[in-house]
């Protein structure tokens, strides 16, 4: 099988490692990085525990960071609402540790596993895809075929006799994100002690929680580096500017707003949500990582997980099908292949998308009881059931999510088994 991945971030690389290690023919085609991309990256237990099932967590260890406890503040003066376990017992409980690290780092690790495993990694930008032939033409007028074609950059065109249909994806001016690198030197710069117990010594998540807004800061490159970002939804519906990071922090943390000092002018970014997924043709070839391309917004970490778990499952079906297959009719069931992972991943999708929001929301409470009443809720709230208070609201709720790699081979597995008793073994081994 010759499988063409468009794109050259996390989840196309993690598909080609699933890929040729069961030896199939594998094209990465990368073209210039978006960025407006983060580059920071939080990868829960979920993650973590199939980069350690793909040999990779060693690697991605040694690059970056195993986040301690997650730390959340209050906006105004930034006292501790809870500073949630978040070390050896989740990796214990959940196969795997919470790590931070640098977008470029784990994208070179990948990337360099892939290429020595045998994938063909060029750089190239691409023209069309013809979903109904596998056919990928790129710029230049080269063409390309495969067996199947995955579009990991999420904004390459496709055409097909039968036209792929999709869902606008919904820019909105209202969730916008601001992002920006720190360095541990300028950190040390200021000398202030109130400061420095927001990073020295520790490797820890701050999340500020105000109205309207919450900020995320956390060390990449071992603590040399740090990432803050903040998010804001602007409930002013007649202003006709986006205000700057400075300005929307105002009457915050004080240490907050001396670490904005440090940085240039934050560019802000808004946010983009696809509404409902893409729905290919039935005789597709071409599939989409993000899974029917729909991405999961920032709020609760699970962006990269989610995406490495896409890919995964998306490499697991693909390297069945290719051993169990007969030659004479390679081609016949593998757009029904294809549906049969959007299926397997949607609904989780549907619920990373929806448990996010939600998060947003919580995180985001104006002044007053609600507000009073979440940080209860946190205050004595874990990601584990031997962390979490004695409601277990938040370990409940993120058991299943934060677990969710250690089964995902076999469930996968076994899915690809049922749908071919389903084919009646038809062209199969």
Known sequence: MRVIIIGGDVSAFVCAIT????????????????????PGIQIPPNGTYLLRRLGLLDAVLEKGDIVQTIDFRRYSDGGVIRSMPCGEETCRIYGGPWITIHRE????????????????IRPATVREVYSETAE??????ESLQGDVVIKADGNIASKSLSQETSSPSTATETEIIYQTTISRKHLEALNNPRIDEL????????????????????????GQTYILNIYHTNTDSKSTTIPTAQE??????????TILSLTHTLAPTPLHHNQAPTQPPPQSLLTHLPTQNIPIPPYQAQETATLIEDALTLGTLLSLYNQHQHQHSYQSHLPSLLALHATLRSAITTQKIQSALSSLRAFQLENGIAQQARDWVLSGAGIT????????????????VLGGGMGLVDETGRAF?????????????
């Open 19 to 38: 890929c040729r290690r069961d030896n199939l023919d594998v094209i990465v085609l990368e073209s210039g990085q978006d960025t407006e991309t983060p």
């Open 105 to 120: 780092d784990l994208r070179q690790i990948l990337r360099d596993r892939a290429r020595k495993l045998g994938t063909e």
């Open 136 to 141: 990928v033409i790129l710029e230049d007028g």
């Open 199 to 222: 990073w020295q010594g520790r490797h820890s998540t701050t999340a500020w929680l105000g109205p309207n807004q919450h900020a995320i800061f956390y060390p990449v490159r071992h």
């Open 248 to 257: 929307i922090c105002t009457g915050w943390d004080n240490r907050l707003q």
């Open 385 to 400: 059931r031997d962390t979490d208070g004695w409601w277990k609201v938040m370990s409940s709720r993120q058991e299943g």
């Open 417 to 429: 088994w049922e749908w071919k008793r389903a084919r009646g073994y038809e062209g199969f081994n």
